[in-house]
């Protein structure tokens, strides 16, 4: 069987002219070309489809901090059950890493455009701070507004609904301000945790009872931040255990 | 008209490096994830904000999207489609998925509420695919095939009037279509998201 010539079907799929007698015959008989002009239709339905899609607007800046964020969490924690995964040269790798063909999974820095993402959070997050300050009630509270020395995204863990979120800010009074949204229901409640990332020891910082708000936690004295920089934010049992459930909900890693 | 190509601010002759950006990617090159998100971050959201109701709920799936081939790079095959193909899948499932979960959420309210069926949603994910993969085809055809065709797809112009306004000769215009229609048909084979009619032997890898 003579099929039709391809640049007919492309023809005919673009509308440029009717099917002649003959080619509509042949079309009606012949699988093989009805396939081919069906497919260059759709073709040519999509084409005419992308007019607007030569202008798409970029996504938000606070996306592409998500993915790093969670990104940085997932890479860089294995599990809170988990155990430790040894790691050789240990004390060597600490100081020296410039020179280290194989990257350590953990504790590595990320290339500097990630930072500058979230340093420029940081610096948003003190414009807003700011802002308070100026459209607070003042004049009886002299008190000067605290400043933000580290801040985290929060990013869903693990199996958490990916629509938690929320963001941990190290206040300059020694205090953590954490604001969370759209944490799933747990049976107990919700425990915040700073935690050092190179030796899973951590602090519990306190409690959250509701899964999506605001709370102000006190950071304890002893907890070094240059190590403990990881936020996690736990689902807890009312089961008498302090230890972490290992249910983390949300987690980031502090910078700034 | 506007023609900037739908993944990249690329101008003039230059070619396409995504191949390089491929590798780099599946090799852990964390420079190419910003680059990867760059170009194609935007036809992902398009992809959720098109499809999903939400939009906080598109830009989750943009990011998980992005968590998720970067997480699973090394599943990802250069040889058997392109990188916003994948990308453009694996967002396609996470935004059916959000579709099937919402439906969910629906049917058991409604049992409850007993209301009438939900109004339907919008566009097909797929088709919203399979124009994204077309746009980024098109914008990486040489220049004169890809007028030829815009003035063919957008302006419903003939042959004849291509000729005409572009002063191109007739059975220039031609060729140039039929070889840009036919560079569009293989990357929707390699990277569309619908199924439809292909002819026999090729794969349609995806």
């Given at each position: ?25 042949h079309?009606?008989a ?5 396939g ?55 004390p ?11 990257r ?17 959070t940081?610096a ?20 000067p ?6 801040s985290?995204?929060?990013a ?8 938690a ?18 944490l799933?229901?747990?049976p ?27 709370a102000?936690l ?34 980031g890693?502090?910078?700034? | ?73 090394e599943?990802?095959?250069p ?38 069926e ?21 914008a ?46 293989r ?20």
């Amino acid at each position: 069987m003579q099929h039709l010539d391809h640049d007919r079907l492309v023809f005919l799929a673009l509308g440029e002219s009717e099917a002649a007698d003959g080619e509509s015959t042949h079309l009606v008989a012949c699988g093989h070309c009805r396939g081919e002009l069906e497919t260059l239709r759709h073709i040519a339905g999509l084409g005419a489809g992308t007019q607007g899609l030569t202008e798409l607007p970029d996504p938000p800046e606070h996306v592409w901090q998500g993915i790093v964020a969670e990104i940085q969490a997932a890479e860089e924690l294995p599990t809170l059950n988990g155990r430790r995964p040894p790691r050789t040269g240990d004390p060597a790798d600490v100081g020296d890493r410039s020179t280290t063909v194989v990257r350590p999974r953990r504790g590595r820095r990320w290339p500097r455009w990630a930072s500058t993402a979230v340093t420029a959070t940081a610096a948003a997050v003190i414009g807003v701070a700011g802002t308070v300050a100026v459209l607070g009630p003042g004049g009886d509270d002299p008190a000067p507004q605290p400043t933000v020395l580290a801040s985290a995204p929060l990013a869903a863990f693990g199996a958490t609904p990916k629509d938690a979120s929320g963001d941990a800010r190290v206040l300059g009074d020694n205090q953590l301000h954490l604001h969370v949204a759209n944490l799933p229901s747990v049976p107990g409640y919700y425990e915040v945790w700073l935690i050092d990332p190179k030796t899973m020891e951590m602090f519990s910082v306190g409690t959250l009872s509701n899964g999506s708000g605001d709370a102000l936690l006190p950071i304890p004295r002893n907890v070094d931040l240059s190590t403990f920089t990881v936020v996690d934010i736990s689902a807890e049992q009312y089961d008498n255990n302090t230890r972490h459930s290992g249910d983390s909900l949300l987690r980031g890693t502090l910078t700034g | 008209m506007a023609s900037r190509p739908v993944t990249a601010a690329r101008q003039g002759p230059e070619p396409p490096v995504e191949d390089d950006l491929a590798t780099r990617f599946r090799d852990g090159d964390e420079a190419a994830l910003r680059e990867a998100y760059d170009r194609y971050g935007r036809a992902v959201l398009h992809l959720a904000t098109t499809t999903l109701v939400n939009r906080s709920d598109a830009e989750d799936v943009t990011q998980a999207t992005f968590v998720a081939a970067w997480l699973g790079r090394e599943t990802f095959d250069p040889a058997k489609g392109s990188l916003i193909g994948w990308l453009l899948g694996i967002g396609r499932r996470k935004v059916v998925d959000r579709i099937r979960a919402a439906a969910r959420e629906t049917r058991v309210v409604e049992t409850v509420k007993q209301l009438p069926e939900p109004v339907d949603t919008g566009p097909d994910p797929d088709t919203v695919v399979d124009r994204l993969v077309v746009a980024d085809e098109l914008a990486r055809l040489p220049d004169e095939q890809r007028r030829m065709l815009e003035l063919a797809f957008y302006d419903d112009l003939t042959h004849q009037q291509i000729s005409a306004v572009t002063g191109v000769p007739l059975g220039t215009v031609k060729s140039h279509i039929r070889r840009g229609m036919q560079s569009l048909k293989r990357r929707w084979e390699v990277d569309g998201a619908a199924p439809g009619p292909r002819p026999a032997g090729l794969s349609g890898a995806r």
